[in-house]
């Protein structure tokens, strides 16, 4: 008997593809380690920097979800988009599709609006551009991926000095930072109680990291959480005007005011080597002086779908 196929679904509900014959290229490695693969992105389409109108992109997010071929819907990168489209974004209909839903970076605000209306857990993990177009795919990403999907459970291991001892449990629940912030205020906007907070970003200078996190913490959004664990936060410029602050001075900064134990060391953000994190899903954080492991379980899989 014939193992069925894993259909997977590429959408760009953001940006678009820098590289077309690139994710041509990508797409053709997948189908030739045996997926299908269903593309409703069309480079012809772009937009500006998005990858569509904001029709067409949320069309190609509507479609996906109504594939019955398909398991997994992988967004085709982050940059900026799908805060444009997030009130049309039938997330009851995206839930009962039944699909694994995989990004990070801007769909940030999907796993957080697709949490707060239905309960679904979702994955921040991998995308088309520019993890599963790479000449030389990362193992350690792509291992990630598969091994959280294929469940029943998933363990991530951070390695950082300095860290609090804790041993909580929570759902955990998360992103890129400055998407977080930007939803603040707004429906899509829902911490989950009694959670485990993971952040990350890009280009922002460590004063901007504390600042949001500081806005979190006066909106009430870690009220009641059980930790917050940072990501990767890099690709910024200090300068002489910083007079000593720097990343390190942030930390000690923010482990003394925030009401919640803050570790480092989860390997996530935008960096080759990252893990994949089930958004919603339950984990168990374990840590000391030397970094942590995280296992996460009650998620919906591959096995599921």
């Not at 999907?149 to 449990?169: E, Q």
């Not at 940072?230 to 000690?252: R, V």
């Amino acid at each position: 008997m014939s193992t069925p196929q894993i259909g997977i679904a590429i959408a760009a509900p953001s940006g678009a593809a820098l590289d077309d014959a690139a994710l041509e290229r990508g797409i053709q490695g997948l189908r030739e380690q045996g997926f299908l693969v269903h593309n409703y992105y069309d480079g012809a389409q772009k937009m500006q920097r998005f990858g569509g109108t904001d029709a067409a992109r949320l069309a190609q997010l509507n479609a996906a979800a109504a594939d019955p071929d398909v398991q997994i819907v992988i967004a085709l990168r982050g940059s900026y988009g799908i805060s444009r489209i997030l009130p049309q974004i039938d997330f009851r209909a995206m839930a009962d599709s039944g699909k694994l839903f995989v990004g990070y970076s801007d769909f940030t605000a999907f796993h957080m609006a697709l949490m707060q209306q239905t309960g679904r857990v979702s994955f921040a993990g991998p995308m088309m551009c520019d993890d599963f177009i790479r000449d030389e795919p990362v193992a350690f990403t792509l291992d990630q991926f598969w091994s959280c999907l294929r469940g029943p459970t998933h363990t991530v291991r951070g390695t950082a000095s300095g860290n609090p001892a804790v041993d909580v449990r929570g759902q955990l629940w998360g992103g890129n930072l400055a998407m977080l912030v930007s939803l603040l205020g707004t429906p899509a906007f829902a911490p989950i109680e009694n959670g485990i907070v993971f952040v990350e970003d890009i280009n922002e200078h460590p004063y901007r990291i504390e600042r949001m996190l500081l806005q979190m913490w006066y909106a009430g959004a870690f009220e009641g959480q059980r930790a917050l664990v940072l990501g990767d936060i890099s690709n910024y410029k200090l300068s002489p005007a910083d007079n000593g602050y720097d990343f390190d001075t942030m930390l000690a900064y923010l482990r003394e005011r925030l009401p919640l134990p803050v570790l480092t060391g989860l390997r996530f953000g935008h960096i080759r080597e990252r893990v994949t994190l089930p958004y919603g899903g339950m984990a168990h954080l374990v840590s000391d002086a030397g970094g942590f492991d995280m296992t996460i379980s009650d998620y919906p899989t591959l096995a599921g779908v």
